[in-house]
């Protein structure tokens, strides 16, 4: 049997190395030849265990120690002990080792967890639920902007349990099946699967008797009030996020975020695109052949004049500037754009009726000529 190779040469690092440099090289090694990324790899397997005894041995000071005084003889059987007193014997042990050595020991994620599970240990504490709520505010609110009360329930931390679900004062305790890890490991050699627990449910934890208020979850519902400020210009259907505003989380993370949906309610005079609004206006046809002048309401309360051009054809369209909505953050409104159209009478009186007619034959006599003219090039086009 080959005698095993120095401890310090397997890492790559000097006697005197630091215990970050020894720590830092043993990282480097154990990516490199993780089984994970070497599948059938004997030669990879085998100086994946390797390094996992030099860094047992040479990260424990007194290990170390007898290491340095006497060599392999000074801790024999000490590297990952197993029932024989020697070596790791499987690859449950070797993972554990892991977790203890980066962190996972005390129900948290290993940095092989970290980059081959993609870091769904128990380690990371998990975010509350996000909530979403709507609102809705008129046009007028839109160009304004506009502070509104919001009721809504969430859960937060359970007071009776403060929030550990647990009836005893000493809360959850580490489960015994996955040791606080939240998986285990199953398989033979280095083929392994890792599983969520099934006695924690990934928790890493374990309650053994309930809080009656809030049945073991740790949080209860609560009915809350928030203010928040919509600010000018806002789009539809824009989603504003209130950090921390949603529910509690269920292990001591962070609270979920809040997101306030915002419809605008469609106006009755106005329609919006973006900063600019449309409307329309009706008009005689009297006043667009003659011109005048017209009073419309804005979207502010007051009313803007607009002159009417003698001969103005119906479907117009005259701009207002700076009577638009509030820019969204920026400086200034949009426009009002509003289309004149000829409205016409459903009811006339008898002198309206005689003036339209006496209107009407001035009319022909006048297009005479030009219709004559038009149909004798109509015909002509035919006969030819």
Same mark, same amino acid.
């Given at each position: 049997?080959?005698?095993?190779?120095?401890?310090?040469?397997?890492?790559? !690092?000097?006697?005197?190395?630091?215990?970050?440099?020894?720590?830092?090289?043993?990282?480097?090694?154990?990516?490199?030849?993780?089984?994970?990324?070497?599948?059938?790899?004997?030669?990879?397997?085998? &100086?994946?265990?390797?390094?996992?005894?030099?860094?047992?041995?040479?990260?424990?000071?007194?290990?170390?120690?007898?290491?340095?005084?006497?060599?392999?003889? /000074?801790?024999?059987?000490?590297? +990952?002990?197993?029932?024989? +007193?020697?070596?790791?014997?499987?690859?449950?042990?070797?993972?554990?080792?892991?977790?203890?050595?980066? =962190?996972?020991? =005390?129900?948290?994620?290993?940095?092989?967890?970290?980059?081959?599970? +993609?870091?769904?240990?128990?380690?990371?504490?998990?975010?509350?639920?996000?909530?979403?709520?709507? !609102?809705?505010?008129?046009?007028?609110?839109?160009?304004?902007?506009?502070?509104?009360?919001?009721?809504?329930?969430?859960?937060?931390?359970?007071?009776?349990?403060?929030?550990?679900?647990?009836?005893?004062?000493?809360?959850?305790?580490?489960?015994?099946?996955?040791?606080?890890?939240?998986?285990?490991?199953?398989?033979?050699?280095?083929?392994?699967?890792?599983?969520?627990?099934?006695?924690?449910? =990934?928790?890493?934890?374990?309650?053994?008797?309930?809080?009656?208020?809030?049945?073991?979850?740790?949080?209860?519902?609560?009915?809350?009030?928030?203010?928040?400020?919509?600010?000018?210009?806002?789009?539809?259907?824009?989603?504003?996020?209130?950090?921390?505003?949603?529910?509690?989380?269920?292990?001591?993370?962070?609270? /979920?975020?809040?997101?306030?949906?915002?419809?605008?309610?469609?106006?009755?005079?106005?329609?919006?695109?973006?900063?600019?609004?449309? /409307?329309?206006?009706?008009?005689?046809?009297?006043?667009?052949?003659? /011109?005048?002048?017209?009073?419309?309401?804005?979207?502010? =309360?007051?009313?803007?004049?607009?002159?009417?051009?003698?001969?103005?054809?119906?479907?117009?369209?005259?701009?207002?500037?700076?009577?638009? !909505?509030?820019?969204?953050?920026?400086?200034?409104?949009?426009?009002?754009?509003?289309? !004149?159209?000829?409205?016409?009478? &459903?009811?006339?009186?008898?002198?309206?009726?005689?003036?339209?007619?006496?209107?009407?034959?001035?009319?022909?006599?006048?297009?005479?000529?030009?219709?004559? +003219?038009?149909?004798?090039?109509?015909?002509?086009?035919?006969?030819?």
């Amino acid at each position: 049997m080959a005698a095993p190779r120095d401890y310090y040469e397997v890492l790559g !690092v000097a006697r005197e190395a630091s215990e970050e440099e020894i720590k830092k090289a043993y990282r480097k090694q154990a990516f490199a030849f993780h089984p994970d990324r070497n599948p059938g790899n004997k030669d990879a397997e085998s &100086k994946f265990k390797e390094a996992a005894e030099a860094y047992d041995i040479l990260s424990d000071t007194k290990k170390r120690g007898n290491y340095d005084r006497f060599g392999h003889a /000074g801790v024999s059987g000490a590297a +990952g002990a197993g029932p024989e +007193g020697h070596g790791f014997q499987n690859v449950d042990d070797i993972f554990r080792h892991f977790n203890d050595i980066f =962190g996972g020991g =005390g129900g948290g994620g290993s940095i092989f967890e970290d980059l081959f599970t +993609g870091g769904r240990g128990r380690s990371r504490q998990r975010q509350g639920d996000a909530l979403k709520v709507d !609102v809705t505010i008129t046009l007028e609110e839109v160009d304004t902007g506009v502070d509104k009360t919001l009721e809504i329930e969430r859960r937060e931390p359970c007071p009776t349990c403060k929030g550990t679900g647990s009836k005893d004062s000493s809360g959850p305790k580490t489960c015994t099946l996955c040791k606080g890890h939240g998986a285990i490991v199953r398989g033979q050699g280095f083929v392994r699967i890792q599983q969520t627990c099934p006695q924690c449910r =990934g928790e890493g934890r374990t309650v053994e008797r309930n809080c009656a208020p809030c049945h073991g979850e740790g949080l209860q519902p609560k009915r809350r009030t928030l203010n928040v400020h919509i600010p000018g210009g806002i789009e539809d259907d824009t989603q504003l996020r209130l950090s921390g505003q949603g529910d509690a989380s269920p292990d001591g993370g962070p609270s /979920g975020d809040l997101y306030v949906v915002v419809h605008v309610k469609e106006h009755g005079i106005f329609q919006r695109k973006g900063a600019d609004i449309y /409307g329309e206006y009706p008009i005689s046809f009297a006043d667009l052949a003659l /011109g005048t002048k017209i009073d419309i309401p804005t979207l502010h =309360g007051g009313r803007a004049t607009v002159t009417i051009p003698k001969g103005t054809a119906s479907g117009k369209i005259f701009r207002l500037k700076n009577q638009g !909505v509030t820019q969204f953050h920026r400086e200034g409104r949009g426009d009002m754009n509003v289309r !004149v159209f000829c409205e016409i009478p &459903k009811k006339l009186t008898a002198r309206q009726e005689e003036l339209l007619k006496e209107f009407a034959e001035i009319e022909k006599k006048q297009q005479a000529g030009k219709n004559r +003219g038009f149909f004798d090039r109509f015909k002509d086009m035919f006969s030819e």
